[in-house]
C-alpha cells in the first residue's frame, strides 16, 4: 500500500469512527423505550436528547405560533428595532423553557413566527411567549399623600355627577366611597372593582392624579377583616430601577412567612443593580417598595434598611410551574411591547409518525431500485458503488447528529437527492472505465484514466450544486434551510466516498496483483 493510500484509509477509519461516536447518543436515545427514558436521571436524559438527532416539527409534531409586536405605543426610535429585540426576547424564554430545536424568525415588519417541535404544554407556553413580565421598583406615596390623591379625584367626578344615581355617601365620594380602607393602599371589594376601574377610566381623570403619580391595582385578591378585595396603589411613576438589573431570578418555596407553602421569585442583582438598590433603600427607609410586574403590584414591602446584597423576591398566589416561568421571563428580560397572537397551528404526534413512516418508505423503495439497477448493471463496481452510498448516509446523519441540527422532511428529501448524486457520481467513473476497456487498456490504465477523466465532472456537479444549496440556506426559511443543510452536508461526504473511498478499494485490489478482468 503507497503512502497515498495509507493516509486515504486513515482517512475513512477516522471519519467512520467520528461518525460512530457522533451517532451513539442518537442510538442509544431513540433505542429507548419510553418506561427506560423515565428511569434515567433527568441530567443524563436531558444530556442524551442534547445530542441525539433532533427531529423537526414536520416529523414529531408541536406548535406553530405566528405573533405581532404592537409597536403602537412606541416611539419612533424604540419602534425600530423592537421585533428585533422581541424575537431576542422570546429566543431567550424558549431557550430556558427547554424546547430542542426552536425555530424563532422574524417575518416582515412586524411579525415573529416561534416553531416548537415536540412541545406538549401548548398553555404554558402560549403564557411564557406572550407574556410583557415589564419589572419596575416604585416607591408608594405616603398615606397623607394618597388620601389628598384620592380626594382631588372624589371632587372631580362628583362634579361629573359621577354617583349621582346612588346614594348619599358615594354621590360625595364616588371613588373612596367604595373603599373600606385607606392607608397607604386603598381596599377595594373584588364586587366594587369593575365600578372603581370604570371610575378610575373616566374621561380627563389623568389630567387629576399628579403627572409624578400612577394608580395601579394589586396583582392578586388580598382579605381585609374577612372581605376578599383588590389593593389599589399610588406610587411614583417613574421607577427607581427596573428588571434590567435583574441578573438571575429562580422559582422558590417559603419566600412569604405568612404564606411558608407558597412559591415565589427570588432575584439577585447585578453589580450595577446591587449598587442602585442599595442606595434607593438606603434613601427611604420606613417607606414602601412597589415591586410592580406587568403594570400590577405584586408586593409592597416596607423597607427596615439599607439594602447592600440586592436580593429582592416577589411573592404571591403562584403555584410552581408558575414560578419557574415567571423566573424564565425575568432572566430573560422584557418584552419591548406587548406581542398577540395572530395565528396558532400545531402538529399532532400522529401526523409526524405517519410523515416519518411514509418518508422512509419512500427513501427505502427508491434504494432498493437503485441497489438492483447498479448491480445489475456494473456488476461487482456496482456492489462498491452502494457500500459508497451507504457510507455517505451513514456520514450524512452523523454529520446532522454532530451539529445538532434538526432532521426534518424537507432534510428527508435532501438525504434522498444525495443518494442519487451518489450514485451519479459513481456512473460517471464507472462509464469513462468502460471507454478505457474498449479502448484496450489495461485494468489498471481504465482505472486510473477513469477517475481522473470523471473527477473534474463530479467536482463542478456538486460544486454548483454546493452553491445553490448555500444559496438556499442564506435566503430560505426553515424547512428550506434543512434541506440546503442536509444536501450541503452530503454533497460533501458524496466528494469524499465516490472519489476516495471507491478509489481506495480498486486501488487495494489493483495493487493485489495484475488483474485482467474488471467486473463492470
Given amino acids: 500500500m503507497t503512502r497515498a493510500d495509507q493516509w486515504k484509509l486513515l482517512s475513512v477509519v477516522a471519519a467512520t469512527l467520528l461518525s460512530l461516536w457522533y451517532l451513539w447518543p442518537s442510538y442509544r436515545y431513540y433505542s429507548l423505550s419510553p418506561a427506560e427514558r423515565a428511569k434515567l436521571p433527568p441530567s443524563e436524559l436531558r444530556e442524551l436528547r442534547k445530542k441525539a438527532i433532533h427531529l423537526g416539527l414536520d416529523l414529531q409534531g408541536g406548535m406553530q405560533v405566528l405573533l405581532e409586536v404592537d409597536r403602537s405605543k412606541l416611539s419612533a426610535a424604540e419602534a425600530a428595532d423592537a421585533v ?3 424575537r431576542e426576547v422570546i429566543e431567550r424564554r424558549v431557550d430556558q423553557f427547554g424546547v430542542a430545536e426552536p425555530l424563532i424568525q422574524k417575518q416582515g415588519e412586524d411579525r415573529i413566527i416561534v416553531q416548537l417541535p415536540g412541545l ?18 416604585k416607591l408608594v406615596r405616603s398615606p397623607e399623600e394618597v388620601r389628598n390623591i384620592l380626594a382631588r379625584l372624589d371632587s372631580y367626578l362628583a362634579a361629573r355627577g359621577a354617583g349621582a344615581a346612588l346614594d348619599t355617601t358615594l354621590r360625595n365620594t364616588p371613588l373612596t366611597g367604595h373603599f373600606l380602607d385607606i392607608q397607604s393602599s386603598a381596599f377595594v ?42 389593593l389599589l396603589w399610588v406610587v411614583k411613576r417613574t421607577p427607581e430601577m427596573t428588571g434590567n ?31 442602585d438598590f442599595a442606595r434607593v433603600t438606603g434613601n427611604n427607609v420606613n417607606r414602601q417598595l412597589a415591586i410592580v410586574l406587568d403594570s400590577k403590584v405584586s408586593s409592597a414591602p416596607v423597607i427596615r434598611e439599607r439594602i447592600p446584597s440586592g436580593d429582592a423576591s416577589i411573592t404571591g398566589s403562584f403555584g410552581l410551574e408558575e414560578a419557574k416561568d415567571l423566573g424564565i421571563v425575568l432572566r430573560a428580560g422584557a418584552l419591548p411591547a406587548p406581542v398577540r397572537t395572530i395565528e396558532e397551528r400545531s402538529v399532532g404526534p400522529s401526523l409526524g409518525s405517519d410523515s416519518i413512516q411514509k418518508g422512509l418508505m419512500a427513501g427505502l423503495i427508491g434504494s432498493i431500485l437503485v441497489v438492483v439497477f447498479m448491480v445489475f448493471y456494473y456488476r461487482l463496481s456496482g456492489m462498491i458503488a452502494i457500500l459508497a452510498m451507504l457510507l455517505n448516509m451513514f456520514y450524512v446523519v452523523a454529520a446532522l447528529s454532530g451539529f445538532g441540527a434538526s432532521l426534518t422532511l424537507p432534510g428527508i428529501a435532501g438525504l434522498v437527492l444525495t443518494i442519487g448524486m451518489s450514485v451519479d457520481a459513481n456512473v460517471l467513473i464507472f462509464e469513462r472505465i468502460r471507454e478505457e476497456l474498449r479502448n484496450q487498456k489495461s485494468v489498471r490504465q481504465s482505472v486510473n484514466l477513469g477517475y481522473d477523466r470523471a473527477f473534474r465532472t463530479i467536482m463542478d456537479s456538486n460544486l454548483t450544486t454546493l452553491i445553490c444549496a448555500l444559496f438556499l440556506f442564506q435566503f430560505g426559511t426553515g424547512p428550506i434551510k434543512g434541506f440546503a443543510v442536509t444536501l450541503s452536508i452530503g454533497l460533501i461526504a458524496n466528494v469524499f466516498t465516490a472519489v476516495l473511498f471507491t478509489r481506495l478499494i480498486y486501488d487495494y485490489w489493483l495493487n493485489r496483483g495484475k488483474p485482467e478482468r474488471l467486473s463492470i
Fill in 189 to 230: 371589594r373584588l364586587d366594587d372593582t369593575s365600578a372603581v376601574a370604570r371610575l378610575l377610566a373616566t374621561p380627563g381623570i389623568d389630567s387629576i392624579v399628579p403627572s409624578d403619580s400612577q394608580i395601579l391595582w394589586s396583582s392578586d385578591d388580598e382579605n381585609f377583616q374577612g372581605v376578599t378585595g383588590r
Fill in 245 to 275: 438589573s435583574i441578573a438571575t431570578a429562580e422559582a422558590r418555596v417559603g419566600l412569604d412567612q405568612t404564606n411558608p407553602g407558597a412559591w415565589g421569585v427570588t432575584m439577585t442583582m447585578t453589580p450595577k443593580g446591587r449598587a
Fill in 84 to 86: 428585533d429585540r422581541a
Fill in 120 to 137: 406538549t404544554d401548548r398553555e404554558r407556553a402560549r403564557e411564557l411567549i406572550g407574556r410583557t413580565a415589564l419589572l419596575e421598583f
